[in-house]
């Protein structure tokens, strides 16, 4: 994955063969330790969503995330390495927790590109799209009726309702042109919706 300082992105994987990849609710909280430890220090966090089968994360390329380190022979930005190491570590623990082996996780994690240096990649809306779409995959899925109801989205914490503090909310609502106050209905609008 490459990644430049300065743009957002939505990154996003899926359990192999679209199996599950969170068997319980300590997964769940296991994974989002794992997101403060290997990818908050190297990106701003702006939106995330972890699904029985799937995770998706909105977040803000800086310059930590471009620094590089050697794995092997192959050099590679702190960030690729941060989700390297976030979903190998992640996998060996589901594995023996679930006695089983091989690949938790589709072999290539998704990068889409949301902006560019000269604004929004394709348009006004496609950053404002994703954050939406990010927040709304418990009800698309149909696990959730409301957004609120779904405990392992960033959703609640832009609500203030969560214990987990992971997203740069300030630089969110300045990035896409929102408040607070707008927050709530904002989410709750209909959006191209961005699939997984």
């Known amino acids: 994955m490459n990644f430049l300082p300065g743009e957002l992105y939505h990154i996003y994987n899926q359990g192999n063969n679209k199996q599950l990849i969170f068997f319980s609710q300590d997964n769940y909280l296991y994974f989002l330790k794992k997101i403060r430890k290997h990818i908050l220090p190297f990106c701003d966090l702006l939106a995330y969503c972890l699904l029985p089968n799937n995770f998706r994360l909105m977040l803000h390329a800086n310059t930590k995330s471009i620094g590089k380190i050697k794995c092997g022979a192959v050099k590679m930005s702190l960030l690729s390495n941060g989700f390297r190491i976030l979903e190998s570590s992640y996998a060996r623990a589901i594995n023996k927790q ?3 082996t091989g ?27 994703c954050f939406k779409s990010i927040h709304q995959a418990p009800m698309t899925s149909g696990l959730a009726q409301k957004m609120d109801e779904w405990g392992f989205s960033s959703f609640n914490e832009y609500m203030g309702k969560a214990s987990e503090n992971l997203c740069n909310r300030i630089l969110a609502f300045n990035l896409l042109n929102l408040s607070s106050e707008i927050f709530y209905e904002e989410c709750y609008s209909i959006s191209n919706l961005i699939e997984l």
């Open 98 to 100: 679930e006695c089983r």
């Open 103 to 129: 690949s938790i996780f589709q072999q290539n994690t998704k990068l889409e590109l949301l902006t560019t240096k000269s604004g929004f990649a394709s348009s006004n809306s496609l950053p404002l799209a």
